[in-house]
């Protein structure tokens, strides 16, 4: 990766009732997701990045190429500026087809710029099979799926998306949710992702900038924002952790897939199969973490690990959360307030970890 292979952003723009204020710091590649309540500044970030709104002052760079630099007077206008941006509606122009749809997005890429291949990512997409079809017989899934081919069609330098699950169901949010993380493993264009749902940061994102009040609470590697006791992600009945592993074996007898990770192993019932040496990215939700003093014996779990206690929080009423290191890991267990003080958890105390969920998320 070239040594300028960053993102930038500094941003202030002030509105009726709201400012945003906002120096970003971001790699240049993956996915980094932009989290936070609505009316954070989430979508405003993303369109002054886009040039759609005018940060002022203001200062863009995407992997060394300026967009804009307020202090010598530059500024790109958003036709300039090497993007894609997917909305949450996927605003297709419903005359055409899908093919020209994206044909659409591969005009406004100069010839001498294009460089995503098309084939592969209408591959990546899985909507090879759709190319002739008009947008109104799509589902919401595979519209969103054509936006997002038109988007990598210009071959843009950078991918904006803005919650572009926000406005599908449960069913079709499941269906669209493997292609994105595909094709953020397959691409090497740099995602910017507004969302304010955790599952799709923690299943996409492996760099996080979480908002509020239009300004950055904190930005970092997602798996260390999510765990820290001092941030909300770590609270309430939705906080977990995320571990990137590597597959072992799968036992395709009883279904069962060991993940190794920096602390040791996992085993999580798993239907699909999965191929050794494959990354794989497990979400351990705190509230499936239980902990013990002595190794469990005749147990169901199959997963107990050995961790020491790093700090305690208190966390909705007669709840306590617990940040455990199992070797580098950082993991989090929810136990009640009660059992905490029966079992004596202080920092640097020994415990070994009950895992009764894992989920394969990416």
Avoid at 9 to 38: E, K, M, Y
Avoid at 85 to 113: K, M
Avoid at 236 to 264: E, K, M, P, S
Wanted: glycine share 8%; with cysteine.
């Amino acid at each position: 990766m070239a040594a300028d292979s960053s993102i930038a952003a500094r941003l202030q723009l002030v509105r009726p009732g709201f400012t945003l204020d906002v120096d970003l710091h971001l790699p240049g590649h993956g996915v980094t997701a932009l989290f936070g309540p609505s009316g954070c500044g989430k979508t405003t970030v993303l369109r002054s990045m886009a040039g759609l709104a005018r940060a002022q002052p203001g200062r863009v760079v995407v992997n060394g190429e300026v967009w804009q630099d307020d202090a010598q007077r530059l500024w790109k206008p958003t036709h300039q500026r090497a993007l894609g941006y997917v909305f949450q509606e996927a605003s297709l122009f419903d005359h055409l087809s899908v093919r020209g749809n994206i044909d659409y997005g591969h005009r406004r890429a100069p010839a001498a710029r294009r460089s995503v291949a098309l084939d592969a990512a209408i591959d990546l997409l899985g909507i090879a099979h759709l190319m002739d079809r008009k947008p109104h017989a799509l589902s919401g899934g595979e519209r969103q799926r054509v936006a997002i081919a038109r988007a990598l069609a210009a071959s843009p330098r950078l991918l904006l998306m803005d919650e572009p699950l926000a406005a599908l169901d449960a069913a079709r949010k499941a269906e669209l949710l493997p292609y994105l993380e595909r094709l953020q493993r397959a691409l090497d264009i740099p995602v910017v992702y507004v969302s304010h749902a955790l599952d799709e940061v923690a299943q996409l994102a492996h760099h996080l900038v979480l908002m509020d009040d239009g300004q950055v609470r904190a930005q970092g590697p997602t798996a260390e924002l999510i765990a820290r006791l001092d941030l909300p992600l770590a609270h309430g009945d939705a906080a977990a952790t995320v571990i990137d592993g590597r597959v072992l074996q799968h036992d395709a007898h009883d279904h069962i897939l060991t993940v190794a990770f920096d602390g040791g192993q996992l085993m999580l019932a798993s239907a699909t199969a999965h191929t050794p040496g494959e990354r794989v990215r497990l979400r351990l939700q705190a509230r499936d973490l239980s902990l013990a003093l002595a190794a469990p014996r005749d147990t169901s779990i199959l997963n107990i690990v050995p961790a020491t206690v790093v700090a305690l929080s208190p966390d909705s009423p007669g709840q306590c959360m617990v940040a455990l290191d199992a070797g580098p890991t950082r993991l989090l267990a929810r136990v009640t307030q009660r059992s905490a003080q029966a079992l004596g958890l202080a920092p640097g105390l020994a415990v070994f970890v009950q895992v009764k969920g894992i989920a394969v998320v990416g």
